[in-house]
């Protein structure tokens, strides 16, 4: 492989280990500004164990967060340096904001809730972490944000003479149709995850023989979690419809893709439910279908009109012949991994939804699930959501090949001219092994606080009885 091909692999790579904690930050923050809340409102204790349990799996995670996050800094200016140049002056300013506002209101806030017990008043206590969670969502949108301008590009001139892309409307930029569409859908994703690992972690507990008085607040945090992965769930599905149609009119080749349609339907256009193609990906040979659902899906009419890979390969050709930006000669992104990419993502999040109801269904009225599959369903509740941004996010990037930058910038001339193929496995090996350290220690921390459960009730010190010179500490 050149130093194209190990670039893209190992910008897939550290990009989607770092979307794992992701959508587990966004979720958990806000499950656990609102168990901090609700014991600032109504003092019951399960409240408060509930918040300092769900805390320290959320400040593992946002730790594990920050140090994957750093990489991709370093590895757009190594392995991307053509791409940095030509739309660095729009796509840093967005980035820029991201790490000087959200991820500081984030970083510093967490720390006022970590060492904040006793210290400050309750209800601003827990406040801080609804900043916090704010800041998560701030971090997102900005992050949404440069990458929209890459999924359709807006605000922004060529300039021949340097050959750049120069900004020229930032709020066009941070209004972009997909950016508009794509920030629900991934925060309602997000959501998801976070009530499922609520779900997840509280059920294992429920389940526990020496549970004992804990199962009533077991229960309860069992069944919030569940509601909220099954409305996030829905949620997902309405923002993702909206998605579809919007991608459908900028990317209409990514549609394309992701249902392996090879030629244009002038209507009721089949959605596949399986498909066998080429090994290439260039032609299908064997399908299973629904007639009509992929123009609904598309256009939001049965009758619509939806364009296949050929038609569409044949003009972008012909559009973007003799553009030195745009040199490639498909025109086309890796059809098998956009159409099976699109289908996880989808079936893995309808599972968790699936998983959220039955949870819903067997704890009515004081049960535990106790059936050894459910050993199963528990184990699986949390990873599916994970893994069902992660396919999303798959094909949300390769579906947009050949292109860094749709229609404007193809990713065969972004990459580093001066980095050699070998510079390139060296990064990506050093990345690895830092990679399998930190999801050792991940895994590890999670499930040995996972197990501990939710501490034991202590009354917070107030800050009238709080020794001031006190040397910081973990409330934990």
């Known amino acids: 492989m050149d130093n194209l091909d190990l670039a893209r692999w190992q910008f897939a790579i550290t990009t989607v280990y770092h979307f794992l904690f992701v959508p587990i930050t966004i979720g958990l923050s ?5 168990y901090h809340t609700a014991w600032v409102r109504r003092h019951r204790p399960d409240d408060l164990r509930l ?3 769900f805390g320290k799996l959320f400040t593992i995670n946002f730790a594990l967060g920050l140090v994957t996050g750093i990489v991709q800094e370093f590895q757009f200016g190594m392995n991307w340096s053509d791409y940095s140049r030509f739309v660095g002056d729009i796509f840093g300013a967005p980035l820029a904001i991201e790490a000087l506002l959200a991820f500081f209101l984030e970083s510093t806030f967490l720390g006022l809730w970590i060492f904040g017990w006793g210290r400050i008043p309750e209800k601003l206590h827990a406040a801080t972490m609804w900043i916090v969670h704010v800041g998560t969502l701030l971090s997102a949108y900005f992050i949404l944000a440069a990458n929209s301008f890459m999924q359709h590009p807006v605000g922004y001139r060529y300039n021949p003479q340097t050959h750049r892309a120069e900004l020229t409307d930032f709020v066009a930029v941070l209004t972009n149709k997909v950016q508009l569409v794509t920030f629900p859908h991934v925060v309602t994703a997000a959501y ?3 009530g499922a690992m609520v779900m997840a972690v509280s059920l294992w507990h429920l389940r526990r023989a020496d549970v004992g008085e804990d199962a009533p607040m077991y229960r309860r945090s069992t069944r919030l979690g569940a509601w909220v992965t099954l409305v996030a769930g829905l949620a997902v599905s309405v923002t993702g419809d909206i998605q579809g149609k919007i991608m459908t009119e900028v990317q209409p080749m990514k549609m394309a893709a992701a249902e392996a349609l090879y030629t244009s339907s002038s209507g009721n256009a089949p959605f596949s439910l399986f498909t066998v193609g080429s090994l290439d990906g260039s ?3 064997f399908s299973i279908t629904v007639p009509g659902l992929l123009s609904f899906l598309a256009t939001g009419r049965f009758d619509g009109s939806v364009q296949g890979i050929n038609d569409l390969k044949a003009q972008y050709a012909t559009q973007f012949a003799g553009n030195p930006l745009t040199v490639d000669a498909t025109y086309a992104p890796n059809i098998p991994l956009s159409y099976w990419a699109f289908r996880l993502m989808i079936g893995v999040g309808v599972l968790a939804a699936l998983i959220a109801v039955a949870t819903l269904w067997t704890t009515r009225r004081d049960r535990v699930p106790r059936a050894r599959w459910w ?10 959501p994970v893994l069902g941004n992660s396919f999303g996010w798959i094909f949300t990037e390769v579906g947009r090949q050949p292109w860094l930058v749709f229609g404007v910038m ?6 580093s001219p001066s980095v050699s193929a070998g510079e390139v496995v060296t990064s990506m090996v050093v990345y690895t092994l830092l990679y399998g350290v930190l999801a050792v220690v991940e895994v ?4 040995t606080y996972l197990r501990a459960g939710a501490p034991p009730f202590e009354e917070p010190a107030t800050p009238e009885s709080t020794d001031e010179d006190a040397p910081l500490a973990f409330a934990y």
Request: no cysteine.
């Open 192 to 194: 998801m995850v976070g």
């Open 30 to 34: 806000a499950l656990v500004a609102w």
């Open 375 to 384: 050993h199963w369903l528990v184990l699986a509740a949390p990873l599916l």
């Open 51 to 53: 918040a300092k349990l």
């Open 410 to 415: 193809t990713t065969a001339t972004g990459v």
């Open 283 to 285: 032609q299908e040979k």
């Open 444 to 447: 590890k921390l999670f499930l």
